[in-house]
């Protein structure tokens, strides 16, 4: 298990990140703490069109930083999901149901003026990766219907 004590953040390098200062994600002991992120693609500088289009380059986005904390969706216990359209909300369902559907993590999702018009969705993320793959397997066989 990660040492309690240490913090970790993870950068995606951005002018964002240097201007208003911020992590994009921080590990403090077995805790993955992903700060609110978008659609953008970053390799490409571009913002999808979309909601869909924007949650599918999130959602890449989030296993990205997930995994360069030593994490995976499997370890997600919670997510926030901030829409700047409530519509918008359940189109987006089966996306979240391929990534998430058999983690089941405590989730809220919630309308707000996000700091860009042209965002439509962005995406909160709390991970623990303080147990080992077996207990989760076992805890799932344990508690399903």
Wanted: proline share 5%; charged share 25%.
């Amino acid at each position: 298990m990660p040492d309690a004590t240490t913090r970790r953040r993870i950068f995606d390098n951005t002018d964002f990140e240097a201007r208003i200062g911020y992590a994009r994600a921080v590990v403090t002991g077995p805790w993955v703490h992903l700060a609110g992120t978008t659609g953008l693609d970053y390799t490409a500088w571009e913002l999808p069109e979309g909601v869909i289009a924007q949650a599918t380059q999130c959602l890449r986005n989030v296993e990205h930083t997930l995994q360069r904390a030593g994490a995976a969706w499997e370890d997600v216990v919670v997510v926030r999901y901030i829409f700047a359209n409530a519509e918008d909300f359940e189109p987006c369902w089966p996306l979240f149901r391929e990534r998430l559907g058999h983690v089941r993590p405590a989730a809220t999702m919630f309308v707000a003026e996000l700091a860009n018009p042209r965002v439509l969705f962005e995406m909160e993320v709390t991970a623990y990766i303080g147990r080992g793959s077996a207990d989760a397997e076992q805890e799932a066989e344990a508690t399903e219907d």
